[in-house]
Structures are given as structure tokens and as C-alpha cells.
């Protein structure tokens, strides 16, 4: 009786056979390669390619425009302002941040009765989203309606009408208390994990030897949690900069532009003006500029071997 | 230099009851040993000495002085851990240096200190490397290093042998002693390797459930034992326990096993067991106290018992034959080819002069 194999030449089919159990691994994992290239790099690839051509609501020529847009985007000074206004938040927010985490996160580390429940209770504003958490934020700030305006009456004893999201004093002060609220706990929970990690000999040893508490913190548990606490930096810095739903939630950049971010920006001009093109190469301007930040605070922070 | 003094030591872990009324008084300079199965209360009662435990009960004196509620920092003293926690960021220096740093050694003092302890510990090569460039035995000398630059008054050692490697373990022990007949200050050494303790006390306490259940040298309690729980702990292989009674035969007390064989007990022991015979007791023997007769020279106070060896454990010098008493088995140290495999049936000595009598309820000696 004739098998199948005795048709086939069978070095053909032996080499056949051998070249899918070499590269098995490859093959296995080529449709999800091939997925994430198609949503991952195609968006970014065709940002660019947009960003190099003329892409408006005004024009009908939208060919080819060469560097003309990334000309524009020296000469538009509401961009500069928008980078300076993500700057101020994330240099105020980051640091707020990971103060209130950590004290928060050292508060937990001892055991207490319930800890777990109240993690869980922290941690709920962080699950929630973001433009929710904005909007949620926007009622509590209402000038007549809202309960803080009500909770600073009573302390004041007299009527207090501020107007969080509108009057220029306040709104930064708004936008960042909304931003540390629902973004201390996840620094908290990160740093609370790496604080549990901490050699409990290390810092017993430390005490023997006679250090008082701060050294045992600055010279022990810092450099310990480094590396946690550098990556939760890292992540909420990138938010930070990249700070959306909260800022237009409460005050879409109002007044005037005075809270506008960068992503803010970006979405007035490509949504709202429908620059499209000019708007690409914002997206981009801003992906250089994270990518050039993340490689220096990477070396900086020597998570990286050397 | 210090004196420890314990007195009525209580520690509690939630509802467990971790030490359980501690008295121990170590001289200035001693080299003291707490030693005991895992869970006994050992590690408690020094790191308690330490200040990293608080207590609920007792007082913990050093030098006279009571420290219960003083900060580990202001007792003056320094501790090996077991893990060695040693500061993963620093390298071997500044490690060393840490504790003169918190201090505020001048610069110059904290030079010399970490180059000399160094020089003692063979560490001078590699005081740039750190802590994760090190191998295990490297790191212990770095652990002892931060521990005896800092001119404490008290040394304490929790298990520092215990991560490492047998052959190197031996070593670090023979260096920790040697250190310690150096500096002579008090140390204070906890384990639960009881060659250790052997080997380098000039104390051992002997440590169970929360209570210390013997002190003394190390010899001391090696062969008189106050209880059941001491003699077999110590030893290795540990004493044979067995079964049998006391008879009076021809107004001499004998020691009776199940299979009925009788040992006499030897004559200068006679009388303290005059009166205990007609009772069971527990016969306590070590392996090396078991030899093969070879019919020559018949000692005061050695007994023949014939056996058949069923199990043979060589060491190479020297070999452990095991055989059965009723259903007890009972190890023998024999010479290395006294017995050739299983089944040999010897004739063995008992060495009745170092024998034990044990009660079997209290299971304290007699």
C-alpha cells in the first residue's frame, strides 16, 4: 500500500518540516507581532506622514509640504505657552505626588486593623476615569452648588462664592488638587509595595549601628525603593506631561488659555481648527521631546545596566 | 566590656507566649552560646537584648544599667545577622563605615578603624567592591567588620553561619572564636547547630519552648545533662534512649532491657540506686560510649552485650553499626572495619560509668 510520504521527495519534505521546527517560535508569535506593528507603528508612521503634508479645513491642495508645518510650530507662541503650562504642573504635581505618597505608604506599612479596606478605599480614585474624575471634580468646584464652596463657608462663617474654575487664582490651584487626588494613590500603592520589600535587617542593622531614623531613611530605604520609586516617577512624569481630561474637564484650558497643556493644545488645533497636518506635527514634536526625556532620566536614574 | 544580666524575661507574640520567664546572667568577656531547636525563643531573647524586640515582662540589664525601653542605638552594642544585611548600595568601606558615619567619627578615626578591621578580617582587597561582587564567606567578614570597628561594649550574633557552605562554615568558626580571644569583649551567639555551640562557647544555654532548659560549659553539659531533652540534644550522632528497668540481682542494681539482658551499673554508682530499683527508666547511652569488645583488658564498670549489627553507617575513621534493643534501635561508634556488613553478629562493651538514668515521665535524670 502506498503511503502518503512515499509521493514526496523526502529530502523536500524533511527540510520543510525542519525549517517549522527551527523558527517555531517566530512563527508562533508573527500574528501578534504583525497586530501590534498594524495598530502600534501605522498610526505613528502615518502621523508622520501627515505632519509633512497640508491637512486643513481651508485647503484644497494637501499635497506634499515639506518641513512647513514644524516651521509653524517655532513661530506659534500658544504652543511654547501650553509646554510651559504642562512644565508647571508636572513640576508642581510630581513632586506633591510622591511626597503624599510616600507618607502615606510608610503611615501603612506598620499593621493596622482594617489595612486592607482602607488600601482599597485609597486606591478607588485611581481606578476611576480620569475625565469622570474631572468632571466628578467640576461639581465639587461649583461656585454655588458645590460642597467645597459650602465645607470653607462654614469654616469662614460668612457665603464663599469662588470661582475654582474660572477666576485666574484659582484655577491652577483646581486642576491640581483634582490631579494629586486621583494620582497620589497609585504612587502610594507602588511605593507601598517596595517599602513591604525592604530588608527589615537592613534597617535594624542601621539602627544597631546607630543611625537616627532620617540617615536610616535616606541612606537605606531611599536607595532601596529607588528603583520602584524611579519607575513610578518616570510613569507619572510621562502623565503628566501628556495632562488632558482633568485640565479640560474642569477648565479647557480657561481662562483664556492660561491652563492650556500641550495635549490640550493639540486637541484644540486638530479637533476644533482641524489643522490636521499642523496638529501631526505637534504629536510629534511631543514624541521627540518624551523620547529624548525618558533616555536621560533612564541614564540618570541607573535603572539601566551599564 | 559588659556584664548581661536577665532577670524574669517574658515575650509575647499575639497569644503566643515566645519566652517564657528568662534568667541568665553572662560575666564581662564570656563568649555565650543560645542555642535550641528553631522556635525555641532564642532569636527572640537576643534580638529583645538588643532593643529590636520590646518585652512585657522582666528586665534586661547590661552593666548594671537597665536598657528596656533604650533605642538599639544608644545600647552600644553590635549585631551579625544571619542574612548579614549588609547596605546593598555601599561597597564594602562604606558599609564597614556606616556605623562610625552615624556616629560622627571624625573622618581621619574612621580611616584608620575600617583600614585595621579590614587588615584583621582579610577584606583589604576588595573594600571597593559591593556587597552583590562578594561570595557568601566575603560578605560574613564584612558583616563582622561593621560589627567590631564600632568599639561596642556587647557582640551579638544572630545564626551568621547559618547561608553558609558546610567547609566554610567550619572556618568562619574557627575565625569568630579567634576574634573573640582577640578583642575579648562579651558575645552573645545564637544558633541552632549545636557543634557550633559546642565548639565555641564558653557558655552554652541550652534553649526550649521559651525556657532555658540547661547552662554551663560546654563540656558541663555534655556529659551531665539534667534532663532528657540536653543529653540528646547535644552530641552527634545523638545518645541512644532506652527502654528498660532497674532490678535488684544478688543486692546489686542492674539495668534490665526489653530483651532481658541485664548490665550491672558500676560500683561507685550502686548505692545512689539502691533505692530506685524495681522502677523503669529511660537508659541513656552515646554511640561513642558503645564499643566492640576485643577481650583484652575488662574495665571497672564495662558491660558485654552481644549484638547483631544490622545497619552499617562509615564515616570513614570510624564506622556506626546499628543494632536493635527490642524494638529500639541503637547506634554503636565502632573503628572503621570492626564490623564488616549487616548482620555481623559482636560482641559490644557498654560503658556504664558514662551511662544516664532517666525518669520516663519527668524525663529528668536520676
Known amino acids: ?306 | 566590656m559588659a556584664r548581661i544580666t536577665i532577670t524574669g524575661l517574658h515575650k509575647y507574640y499575639g497569644n503566643h507566649h515566645a519566652v517564657r520567664g528568662i534568667d541568665l546572667d553572662i560575666p564581662e568577656g564570656e563568649f555565650a552560646v543560645l542555642v535550641g531547636p528553631s522556635g525555641c525563643g532564642k532569636s527572640t531573647l537576643l534580638r529583645s537584648i538588643a532593643g529590636l524586640e520590646s518585652v512585657n515582662d522582666g528586665a534586661i540589664e547590661i552593666d548594671g544599667e537597665l536598657v528596656n525601653d533604650m533605642r538599639p542605638r544608644d545600647r552600644n552594642l553590635a549585631m551579625v545577622f544571619q542574612n548579614y544585611a549588609l547596605y546593598p548600595h555601599m561597597n564594602v568601606y562604606e558599609n564597614i563605615a556606616f556605623g562610625l558615619r552615624a556616629r560622627k567619627t571624625p573622618a581621619g578615626e574612621i580611616d584608620k578603624k575600617v583600614t585595621d578591621a579590614a587588615a584583621l578580617l582579610n577584606l583589604d582587597l576588595l573594600l571597593d567592591r559591593l556587597p552583590r561582587q562578594l561570595s557568601g564567606g566575603q560578605r560574613q567578614r564584612v558583616a563582622i567588620g561593621r560589627a567590631i570597628v564600632r568599639d561596642a561594649r556587647l557582640f551579638l550574633f544572630d545564626e551568621p553561619l547559618s547561608n553558609l557552605d558546610a567547609q566554610l562554615r567550619d572556618e568562619m568558626r574557627g575565625e569568630i572564636k579567634r576574634l573573640h580571644q582577640e578583642i575579648r569583649k562579651t558575645f552573645l551567639y545564637v544558633t541552632h547547630d549545636q557543634i557550633e555551640a559546642m565548639t565555641m562557647a564558653d557558655r552554652i544555654v541550652l534553649m526550649r519552648d521559651g525556657i532555658i532548659e540547661q547552662q554551663g560549659p560546654p563540656l558541663e553539659l555534655f556529659e551531665k545533662p539534667t534532663n532528657k531533652f540536653v543529653a540528646g540534644f547535644l552530641g552527634s550522632p545523638s545518645m541512644n534512649f532506652i527502654p528498660s528497668a532497674l532490678v535488684t540481682e544478688d543486692g546489686k542494681v542492674s539495668v534490665k532491657f526489653e530483651d532481658g539482658t541485664t548490665l550491672l551499673l558500676p560500683e561507685d554508682r550502686q548505692s545512689k540506686y539502691a533505692s530506685q530499683a524495681e522502677r523503669q527508666i529511660i537508659f541513656g547511652i552515646r554511640p561513642e560510649h558503645i564499643s566492640r569488645a576485643d577481650g583484652s583488658d575488662e574495665r571497672v564498670g564495662v558491660e558485654k552485650y552481644q549484638s547483631v549489627i544490622d545497619l552499617v553507617l562509615p564515616t570513614g575513621s570510624r564506622t556506626y553499626g546499628t543494632f536493635h534493643i527490642g524494638r529500639t534501635p541503637v547506634v554503636a561508634e565502632l573503628q572503621a572495619h570492626d564490623v564488616k556488613g549487616a548482620g555481623t553478629a559482636l560482641a559490644l562493651l557498654v560503658d556504664m560509668n558514662r551511662a544516664i538514668l532517666i525518669d520516663p515521665d519527668t524525663e529528668i535524670v536520676i
Open chain 1, 1 to 306: 500500500m502506498d503511503t502518503l510520504g512515499a509521493h514526496r521527495s523526502p529530502a523536500k519534505a524533511f527540510s520543510a518540516g525542519r525549517f517549522a521546527d527551527k523558527n517555531f517560535k517566530y512563527l508562533t508569535i508573527a500574528p501578534a507581532v504583525f497586530l501590534i506593528l498594524l495598530i502600534g507603528l501605522f498610526p505613528l508612521v502615518y502621523t508622520l506622514m501627515v505632519s509633512f503634508q497640508n491637512i486643513n479645513m481651508m485647503e484644497v491642495d494637501t499635497s506634499f509640504s515639506g518641513l512647513m508645518n514644524y516651521e509653524m510650530l517655532f513661530e506659534e507662541s500658544r504652543l511654547w505657552l501650553s509646554l510651559g503650562h504642562t512644565l508647571i504642573f508636572t513640576a508642581i504635581a510630581l513632586p506633591i505626588e510622591l511626597g503624599l505618597g510616600l507618607l502615606m505608604a510608610l503611615l501603612f506599612l506598620e499593621r493596622l486593623p482594617g489595612k486592607q479596606i482602607f488600601v482599597a478605599l485609597l486606591v478607588l480614585p485611581t481606578m476611576m476615569s480620569p475625565i469622570v474624575a474631572g468632571a466628578v471634580w467640576r461639581l465639587l468646584f461649583d461656585n454655588r452648588y458645590g460642597p467645597i464652596n459650602q465645607i470653607l463657608g462654614w469654616i469662614a462663617g460668612e457665603p464663599v462664592t469662588i470661582l475654582w474654575t474660572i477666576n485666574p487664582d484659582f484655577v491652577y490651584p483646581a486642576i491640581l488638587i483634582a490631579e494629586v487626588w486621583q494620582w497620589t494613590p497609585f504612587m502610594f500603592l507602588i511605593l507601598l509595595a517596595g517599602l513591604s520589600n525592604v530588608d527589615s535587617a537592613q534597617t535594624e542593622a542601621a539602627e544597631i549601628d546607630g543611625a537616627p531614623y532620617w540617615l536610616i531613611f535616606y541612606k537605606i530605604i531611599i536607595p532601596a525603593i529607588w528603583p520602584v520609586m524611579a519607575i513610578a516617577l518616570l510613569i507619572r512624569g510621562l502623565d503628566l506631561f501628556r495632562l488632558f481630561d482633568v485640565v479640560y474637564a474642569l477648565t479647557q484650558g480657561g481662562p483664556g488659555t492660561m491652563t492650556e497643556t500641550i495635549s490640550v493644545y493639540a486637541y484644540v488645533q486638530g479637533f476644533k481648527q482641524f489643522e490636521t497636518s499642523f496638529t501631526g506635527a505637534i504629536a510629534f514634536l511631543v514624541i521627540i521631546m518624551l523620547t529624548v526625556i525618558v533616555i536621560y532620566a533612564l541614564k540618570k536614574m541607573e535603572l539601566v545596566e551599564k
